[in-house]
């Protein structure tokens, strides 16, 4: 098969390389804003580079979008009319009216657009939902969330992400209401900006938290900094009547504990950034993506792994939640969702 990559980022160009080792992918075309990028990226990947304008006769049976958020949305509409399978990278859109528009051209074309969450397809993340699901755990009874950078993005990069929140928070967000079933009802949010002048220049903060009310009256917290010396540090934890798991507290999570004959400090290098943290949790997302490819284009019928992957609803879901932990953070006091508008019918 074909598959078409635009954005040739950090992200765009992991997402061409794994793509093109697939061994059921045959070419991979690489498009992006500057044609030197693109050539470099196809020399590396063994692929073919591409103009934009050139995409929609380049007979693709699947398309990545990997650029720059603000342009998320209009790729999608753009290339929805080649009826062929796409995957976009989170956010669809950093506004509600963008993503809600999204939705329903989607919904009435039947099309198959998966968003890029990538911890659905993470194996700590797998474990602890099917313990969840299972009553291994009993009764949820509260959960914890964290998703810290080591250090932060440019200013380029932060002024072009929607904020900590959208940017960072929204993954756990979602992977709440994945790891659970439930939505999220009510957010109460705070954030400083204590590092760089250019986060707080931007409007944004670079550390928040959130306290979560899920729809049973379970209540999670969430935190995100864009500051974590240690190094990237990604966890979660369910505890519930019947016992309590943890995801992320492998060798090379940056935590040290300071209790007598504790490893101290873990065996393993701390990890240093997102893709290396979550590479084969990448790998299995984009090989799903790989078997939706395949089954729209054989009219198989999904295949295993699909079922996983975020949807437009799931998006917009995810990104009104967001909305709330924002207003909530400007006016000082707990949010509900249904505050910040609903879902379309």
Not at 41 to 67: E, F, K, N, Q, S
Not at 210 to 228: K, P
Not at 274 to 280: A, G, K, N, T, Y
Request: net charge negative; charged share 25%.
């Amino acid at each position: 098969m074909r598959i078409g990559v635009v954005g040739l980022g950090r992200i765009g160009a992991e997402h061409a390389a794994v793509v093109a080792g697939h061994p059921r992918v045959g070419e991979v075309v690489v498009a992006d804003a500057v044609r030197s990028r693109a050539d470099d990226v196809a020399t590396r990947v063994g692929g073919r580079a591409a103009d934009l304008d050139d995409l929609d006769d380049a007979a693709l049976d699947g398309l990545i979008i990997a650029t720059a958020t603000a342009t998320h949305a209009d790729l999608i509409e753009r290339f929805l009319p080649l009826g062929v399978p796409i995957l976009c990278e989170k956010p669809i859109a950093l506004d509600l009216a963008g993503t809600t528009r999204i939705v329903e051209q989607v919904r009435a074309r039947g099309a198959a657009v998966t968003v890029g969450f990538h911890r659905r397809f993470d194996a700590g993340y797998h474990r602890a939902r099917a313990a969840l699901r299972s009553g291994e755990l009993g009764e949820l009874r509260r959960a914890h969330l964290l998703t810290c950078d080591s250090t932060p993005p440019p200013a380029e990069f932060i002024r072009a992400s929607g904020g900590i929140v959208k940017d960072c928070l929204i993954h756990d967000i979602d992977i709440l209401r994945w790891l659970t079933g439930q939505e999220i009802e009510t957010v109460h949010a705070t954030g400083v900006n204590r590092g760089a002048a250019y986060i707080g220049e931007a409007g944004d903060v670079d550390e928040a938290a959130a306290l979560l009310t899920l729809t049973d009256g379970t209540i999670a917290t969430a935190h995100t900094s864009r500051y974590n010396g240690a190094g990237h540090d990604v966890r979660a934890e369910l505890a519930g009547t019947g016992g309590t798991i943890a995801i992320g507290l492998d060798d090379r999570m940056p935590l040290r504990s300071a209790e007598p004959g504790a490893r101290d400090p873990p065996p393993g290098p701390p990890w240093q950034n997102f893709w290396e943290r979550f590479l084969p949790a990448y790998r299995a997302e984009l090989g799903a993506f790989v078997d939706l490819v395949a089954a729209e284009r054989d009219d198989g019928g999904p295949q295993a792994g699909t079922a996983d992957a975020a949807t437009p609803e799931d998006a917009l879901a995810a990104l009104r939640v967001a909305e709330a932990a924002m207003l909530s953070m400007a006016e000082h006091r707990p949010v509900a969702v249904r505050e910040v508008g609903s879902a379309p019918a």
